[in-house]
């Protein structure tokens, strides 16, 4: 008799991250030192208009890239509670909370690469495209600050030509505002120049993404959210673009050597709801044992934007952030979702509830149901959170995930 | 003769069973896990060879499974009580099952086909609702030994719900009901229709229903209430406090023939 202990693994790194390394601690030191050089600072929703607000001049601060960094280094966990008490429900949006704990804390993941938290706010410009928490998070900024909050209200479900004429005419009317904040007049060409190197970013983005449809696939979801910093926060520069190159050229080379990001590939998984950002080491490592790679999700592939266009911006904007999964009917999201599995040969899905987040998860009206009917592959559903920890739970998911695994194999 | 041993080492007992080449259990032994589990394991082991009168060397291979499974020094090979459970209730039924396992610290459904393939699984929430801890809660604020609940309710004269989610709100719901003179025989009934509900949330049943782990093994009324909440009988294997470590020893025994 022997024992029965787990196989040690290590995540494979890629070449390329240094540079990433190099390119985000740019922008945020950039981003912190704005206020002091004089540049004015707006805080964007993931998926708000950031061109326009590159496009005068702007810095752009992200506060979901911020939560994510709460979740994913555990400060959230402290934080979270000290909004609590301030009168932000434990039930909403975590990332809300995790933020907003962090500034009545005053403590921030970006102290640990030695810069201020984030930068105050000049103006704050939300999309309700994702949900609405996002415009109540940044009212309390706007309040807090005494500084103008703008936003697009966009319609949910399927896109029509006269919500997206609507949607880019909320977008157009956000100029003049805007204008007066940033002190200078919108110069077209400099936003048709953005939202060019936008959609680059956004194809290169996606290269890196469809790679992972090679067997084996070259690279993981686990990957994909540390990845994705740029295509997050630098859409619309030159140094998202020509780090999405490099990575691209990387990945293509592993494609060539079929070198796989989880050795011994035995199965594939596609993973649909929003990370687990305090547990993304745990679970990588869980998955890589047992020779499973998950191999696409939803979540990564919501920053790929591929209706921008150059020559016509504000339509072009509406459409491509009208388009994200999350604020479509159950219709199209179960065909993306049929088409996805397809396309990167899924053996099984697992659907993350995250109980913070009604809008990306709390909302499945049968969806998992539908689709495993449809298309025959088994599903997991795991309930945890994007960053309150509290609300997962260790054993139970390690079980079901290796109970899923058991069950691919047959056993 | 060759032997295969199955240990399930749970939240709160460590159950193992020795099987011989065909299957019949020889020895079973149960004890509490507690904080040590390689130590329990070895307990229930050397009680369970010594009861069988076989020797250490006769066991061919030995699989885990439950929370510490990885926590056995000399397991051969580790499974999830989903597939413990599964294998287990399968041996019995050989056809399309369902699986109602309550365990001290969580509940499990598991469909099977006919050929004994899982074809989903599902585990409770987080919380203790549903499961053995919440039983053992609620007789804790009633001042009584768990094993009493079934005898007690089997007595009640009418229905009485606890309606949280949570057991701790169960229980001062318990309190309130205390408080309003409801008897105990129908508070303790009202603690298994709270299970029960917890239980047909999870998912509907599927085939022939079976019930494993300890609450079902200890309270037949409670499986009782479960069957009648999903309109069919239900079979309660025999030992169903060990069907878990029972199906870890039946795939020790199909690994072992497969390498030989
Ligand atoms: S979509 Fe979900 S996670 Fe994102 S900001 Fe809204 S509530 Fe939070």
Same mark, same amino acid.
């Given at each position: 008799m022997s024992t029965a202990t787990e196989k040690k693994v290590e995540r494979k790194e890629f070449q390329s991250t240094g540079k990433m390394k190099a390119v985000m601690g740019k922008y945020f030191t950039e981003l912190t030192q704005g206020p002091e050089q004089g540049k004015k600072t707006a805080w964007c929703t993931s998926v708000g208009p950031a061109e326009l607000l590159r496009a005068l001049g702007f810095n752009v601060f992200f506060p979901e890239n911020h939560g994510a960094m709460l979740g994913a280094s555990r400060m959230a966990t402290d934080l979270i509670p000290l909004a609590n008490a301030k009168g932000f429900s434990p039930d909403i949006c975590s990332y809300l909370t995790s933020d907003i704990g962090s500034y009545l804390k005053g403590e921030s993941p970006l102290q640990k690469m030695k810069l201020p938290g984030p930068p105050k706010a000049d103006v704050l410009v939300f999309n309700t495209n994702q949900c609405r928490d996002v415009k109540d998070w940044f009212q309390f900024y706007a309040r807090e600050w005494d500084v103008p909050?703008?936003?697009?209200?966009?319609?949910?479900?399927?896109?029509?030509?006269? $919500?997206?004429? &609507?949607?880019?005419?909320?977008?157009?009317?956000?100029?003049?505002?805007?204008?007066?904040?940033?002190?200078?007049?919108? &110069?077209? /060409?400099?936003?048709?120049?953005?939202?060019?190197?936008?959609?680059?970013?956004? $194809?290169?983005?996606?290269?890196?993404?469809?790679?992972?449809?090679?067997?084996?696939?070259?690279?993981?979801?686990?990957?994909?959210?540390?990845? $994705?910093?740029?295509?997050?926060?630098?859409?619309?520069?030159? /140094?998202?673009?020509?780090?999405?190159?490099?990575?691209?050229?990387?990945?293509?080379?592993?494609?060539?050597?079929?070198?796989?990001?989880?050795?011994?590939?035995?199965?594939?998984?596609?993973?649909?709801?929003?990370?687990?950002?305090?547990?993304? @080491? &745990?679970?990588?490592? #869980?998955?890589?044992?047992?020779?499973?790679?998950?191999?696409?999700?939803?979540?990564?592939?919501?920053?790929?934007?591929?209706?921008?266009?150059?020559?016509?911006?504000?339509?072009?904007?509406?459409?491509?952030?009208?388009?994200?999964?999350?604020?479509?009917?159950?219709?199209?999201?179960?065909?993306?979702?049929?088409? $996805?599995?397809?396309?990167? #040969?899924?053996?099984?899905?697992?659907?993350?509830?995250?109980?913070?987040?009604?809008?990306?998860?709390?909302?499945?009206?049968?969806?998992?149901?539908?689709?495993?009917?449809?298309?025959?592959?088994?599903?997991?559903?795991?309930?945890?959170?994007?960053?309150?920890?509290?609300?997962?739970?260790?054993?139970?998911? @390690?079980?079901?995930?290796?109970?899923?695994?058991?069950?691919?194999?047959?056993? | 003769m060759k032997y295969f041993c199955g240990i399930d080492i749970g939240a709160s007992s460590t159950k193992l069973v020795l099987i011989d080449e065909n299957g019949q259990i020889v020895a079973k032994s149960i004890r509490r896990s507690g904080v040590n589990y390689a130590e329990a394991s070895e307990r229930c082991l050397e009680e369970a060879l010594s009861a069988a009168q076989v020797d250490r060397s006769q066991i061919a291979a030995s699989l885990s499974t439950g929370y510490g499974r990885d926590n056995v020094p000399w397991s051969d090979g580790k499974r999830t009580e989903i597939a413990c459970h599964g294998k287990g209730a399968y041996h019995y039924v050989r056809d399309r099952l369902t699986v109602i396992d309550i365990g001290a610290q969580d509940s499990k459904l598991i469909h099977l086909d006919e050929q004994g393939n899982r074809i989903n699984f599902k585990m409770n929430r987080k919380c203790a609702a549903g499961t053995g801890a919440f039983l053992e809660e609620i007789a804790l604020r009633l001042d009584l030994p768990v094993d009493r609940l079934n005898g007690l309710a089997e007595n009640a004269t009418k229905d009485v719900s606890l309606g949280s989610f949570c057991t701790v709100f169960a229980a001062t719901e318990v309190l309130s009901l205390i408080r309003q003179g409801e008897t105990v025989e129908n508070i303790a009934k009202g603690a298994f229709h709270s299970v029960v509900k917890r239980i047909i949330e999870m998912g509907a049943a599927d085939g022939q229903l079976v019930m494993t782990g300890g609450v079902a093994a200890h309270n037949p009324l409670l499986v009782q209430m479960v069957g009648k909440a999903f309109g069919q009988d239900v079979f309660v294997p025999p030992h169903a406090q060990f069907v878990g470590a029972f199906g870890a020893a039946l795939f020790a025994r199909e690994e072992s023939e497969e390498t030989g």
């Open positions: 909050c703008l936003g697009i209200h966009s319609p949910v479900g399927e896109l029509s030509e006269p $919500m997206i004429e &609507d949607v880019a005419k909320q977008t157009e009317a956000l100029v003049e505002p805007l204008e007066e904040v940033a002190g200078v007049k919108l &110069d077209i /060409d400099k936003l048709r120049e953005i939202i060019d190197l936008s959609r680059q970013c956004t $194809m290169l983005w996606k290269q890196v993404l469809e790679s992972a449809a090679h067997r084996p696939a070259p690279i993981t979801f686990f990957d994909g959210t540390i990845q $994705m910093g740029p295509a997050v926060v630098l859409r619309g520069t030159q /140094d998202a673009v020509d780090y999405y190159k490099l990575l691209v050229d990387e990945l293509n080379q592993r494609v060539a050597n079929d070198e796989a990001a989880v050795e011994g590939e035995r199965f594939r998984i596609y993973w649909e709801g929003m990370p687990i950002w305090g547990k993304l @080491r &745990d679970l990588s490592t #869980q998955f890589m044992q047992l020779q499973t790679c998950v191999v696409a999700s939803t979540y990564c592939n919501s920053w790929i934007f591929e209706d921008l266009d150059p020559a016509d911006p504000f339509r072009s904007m509406a459409r491509a952030y009208g388009s994200i999964f999350i604020c479509r009917s159950d219709d199209f999201k179960e065909l993306y979702l049929q088409e $996805m599995f397809e396309k990167f #040969q899924i053996d099984g899905i697992v659907y993350h509830d995250a109980k913070t987040c009604p809008n990306n998860s709390n909302c499945r009206y049968q969806l998992p149901q539908r689709l495993a009917e449809r298309t025959g592959k088994p599903y997991l559903i795991i309930n945890g959170d994007l960053n309150d920890l509290r609300l997962y739970s260790e054993e139970q998911t @390690r079980t079901n995930i290796e109970a899923f695994v058991e069950q691919l194999a047959g056993t | -």
